[in-house]
């Protein structure tokens, strides 16, 4: 009797250790499995730390396409601009035609400043934009001048308005100093605490103002325009 009870204690006692066994190899697993993810993230953050490194070490600062929208929206209205002017030409007087010509090659060059931008977001191309906007700004600056002088007719003088707008509204979404700057960056740079991309403030001779403007608003005043001068021809920008 008293053999039978030490072997069913035994058994017990076998039973319980293999019971133990199992849950301390359970337990080794899921903390096993537990370290992995961490693991894992880990060397994603040794990952993040050593490109960090070497966009600080290049000062490659670049734009996410989201930061750069501005530029599109400005693209869109120097291609109104330069459509303007061009129709433009065919009305106004000869003597004030260079003038516009100036005004639709600039605008033009403010087109490809942009889109060099967008292609390549830099320091170099922002300053090129900036170049553009200036030349710009001196050549509408003119133009007014002129046709205030001459006292043009009410269609230049609202078209030279509105190329002057066309102008302040792209300086009011350019990222520049005296806007406190748009982020150029990457993720990787904010986290690393690059400095902004901003081109510095611009000062406009000309009398524009922004309205907030875009596009198809610039193209439905020249339509406005127009309406009331049928001499001007349709615009090509769709």
């Not at 989201?66 to 061009?86: H, L, M, R, Y």
């Not at 003088?157 to 960056?185: C, D, K, Q, R, Y």
Request: with cysteine; hydrophobic share 45%.
């Amino acid at each position: 009797m008293e053999n039978g009870q030490n072997n069913g204690s035994d058994w017990k006692e076998a039973a319980r250790a293999r019971v133990e066994a199992n849950k301390r190899r359970y337990c080794a697993e899921e903390i096993e499995a537990g370290r992995a993810p961490w693991t894992k993230m880990w060397q994603a953050t040794k990952l993040v730390l050593m490109m960090t490194a070497l966009a600080l070490a290049t000062n490659n600062f670049t734009c996410t396409p989201a930061e750069q929208s501005w530029a599109k929206v400005a693209e869109g209205i120097a291609t109104v601009a330069v459509d303007a002017a061009g129709a433009a030409k065919s009305i106004i007087d000869p003597a004030a035609a260079p003038l516009i010509a100036e005004v639709e090659n600039a605008f033009g060059a403010i087109v490809k400043s942009l889109q060099s931008y967008q292609a390549n977001a830099s320091a170099g191309t922002l300053a090129a934009v900036s170049a553009a906007v200036e030349t710009a700004d001196a050549n509408i600056a003119s133009l007014e001048v002129a046709v205030k002088n001459q006292g043009s007719a009410e269609t230049i003088s609202a078209l030279t308005n509105t190329f002057a707008n066309a102008l302040a509204e792209i300086v009011a979404l350019m990222p520049t100093t005296s806007t406190g700057g748009m982020p150029a960056l990457t993720g990787l740079n904010v986290m690393a605490g690059a400095p902004q991309l901003t081109a510095p403030a611009i000062v406009l001779k000309s009398h524009g103002s922004p309205k907030g403007w875009k596009a198809k608003d610039f193209k439905a005043e020249y339509n406005r325009i127009r309406k009331h001068d049928k001499r001007l021809r349709k615009l090509k920008t769709t």
